[in-house]
């Protein structure tokens, strides 16, 4: 959950509800986001390329196709926003391309570093608003001030979702455990929580 504040009202997002084919399940994913009050939600496409194995990234489907009317939000006048996302899952270096042309049409870029070299890169050099920290295993290294201080100069935020600490107890301690020592380190700057979430129970 990501919340901005403005003179009048807080207003919350969740910027990440993993796209699914079944519209049915995505169309309720946002009505409830809707129904709790979300002003905001995005859609998130995760393109996890392979080693040696040349694979296109996803095209977002047009928000008008996919959700149809768009719900009011719950307390205000006016329907939730949707917005589409791009997570790009880096193993390699050259998982992230600079300017492609494919990562155009959506409205956030996101990246999720698998390494510390990696991490760093993301932090420092990739042109992106997300770097998410991974919540379905323990980190294999630490998070340094250097480059998380770096992003946050740049205006990258950071990404922790919860989906997973809801299902398993074991994705709990990863969950709590990265997530304690990204705080630690960014001193609670620039960390947004979202769902994850693939469906609504």
Not at 100 to 105: G, K, V
Not at 127 to 132: A, K, S, T
Request: hydrophobic share 45%.
């Amino acid at each position: 959950m990501c919340r901005s504040s403005s003179s009048s009202m807080s207003v919350f997002m969740d910027l990440n509800l993993l796209f699914c084919a079944d519209r049915k399940r995505l169309q309720s994913l946002v009505e409830t986001a809707a129904n709790l009050g979300f002003s905001t939600v995005a859609i998130n496409y995760v393109f996890e390329p392979k080693a040696k194995k040349k694979q296109e990234v996803p095209s977002p489907v047009p928000i008008s196709e996919l959700i149809g009317q768009l719900p009011v939000v719950q307390g205000r006048s006016r329907p939730i926003r949707v917005l589409n996302r791009l997570t790009v899952v880096m193993s390699e270096a050259n998982h992230f391309r600079p300017n492609a042309s494919e990562y155009r049409p959506f409205d956030l870029l996101a990246v999720q570093p698998t390494t510390e070299k990696l991490f760093h890169a993301a932090c420092l050099l990739c042109d992106v608003d997300i770097v998410c920290i991974s919540v379905t295993e323990k980190l294999p290294f630490i998070f340094k001030r250097a480059p998380v201080n770096g992003a946050i100069d740049r205006g990258v935020v950071f990404e922790v979702s919860y989906a997973a600490a809801i299902r398993d107890s074991t994705m709990r301690r990863y969950t709590i455990a990265n997530a304690v020592s990204l705080m630690e380190s960014c001193k609670g700057k620039n960390v947004i929580i979202s769902s994850a979430a693939e469906k609504v129970r």
